[in-house]
């Protein structure tokens, strides 16, 4: 007897895992033990939220663009002219403009949000992942901190730039920026085949500035 295929979608549970790194965070800044500046505080898990956040996206544009039921639905599309190996190993942000631009005739305009917060958010995983103890601190830093996204330091403190990203609100902004890109994604696909394909954004829900009460 032949064995049955079974699929399996992986970018909610990436996305929710930062929810639940993001719950954590405020537990921690309730209990008044690390740094916080009004609706912001420090948080060991920022780190592995930024990762996961462009894990989130990369998963789902394999999940809903580069799926079986996508191909089926647009088995004439320009984007299955490309060798699968080849659209599976280009850089993500080339992906995000290239997939639904050859499915549908529409692409993000990479000068506007949420393009512009995503491309920052993948240079913040890519400093991560590949950290190299430097001293100097990225410029976007500084850009972080006038949003009040990263923590900003004391005029008189200058403590190591991986310190000001390791905050609630880099959480936040870092799962927005992912919501707002799959929500946008979707947003491309003809409005007949929206719920079907598009289904997999429902699990991609900001979380507001008014839900960030940490007491």
Not at 56 to 84: G, H, K, M, V
Not at 136 to 161: F, H, M, N, S, T
Not at 185 to 205: C, H, K, M, W, Y
């Amino acid at each position: 007897m032949a064995k049955a295929h079974i699929t399996a979608t992986i970018s909610p549970d990436l996305v929710y895992s930062v929810r639940s790194m993001l719950r954590l965070s405020l537990d921690l800044a309730r209990t008044g033990s690390v740094r916080r500046i009004g609706i912001n505080s420090y948080s060991p898990h920022a780190f592995a939220a930024y990762v996961a956040c462009v894990a989130s996206i990369e998963a789902f544009i394999n999940e809903t663009f580069l799926s079986w039921q996508c191909r089926s639905s647009y088995e004439s599309a320009a984007l299955w002219d490309i060798p699968t190996e080849t659209l599976e190993k280009a850089d993500l942000l080339l992906k995000l403009v290239l997939v639904p631009q050859l499915l549908f005739g529409q692409k993000f305009e990479r000068g506007k949000q949420p393009f512009q917060d995503f491309a920052l958010l993948c240079r913040v995983r890519n400093d991560v992942v590949h950290f190299k103890m430097q001293f100097q601190e990225p410029k976007y830093v500084r850009a972080l901190c006038d949003r009040k996204i990263a923590l900003v330091e004391e005029p008189d403190e200058e403590g190591p730039w991986p310190h000001k990203l390791s905050s609630s609100e880099g959480i936040r902004w870092a799962h927005n920026t992912a919501c707002a890109v799959a929500r946008q994604l979707v947003s491309f696909i003809p409005q007949d085949q929206r719920n079907s394909l598009g289904r997999l954004a429902t699990n991609f829900e900001p979380i507001e500035e008014s839900q960030m009460d940490a007491g």
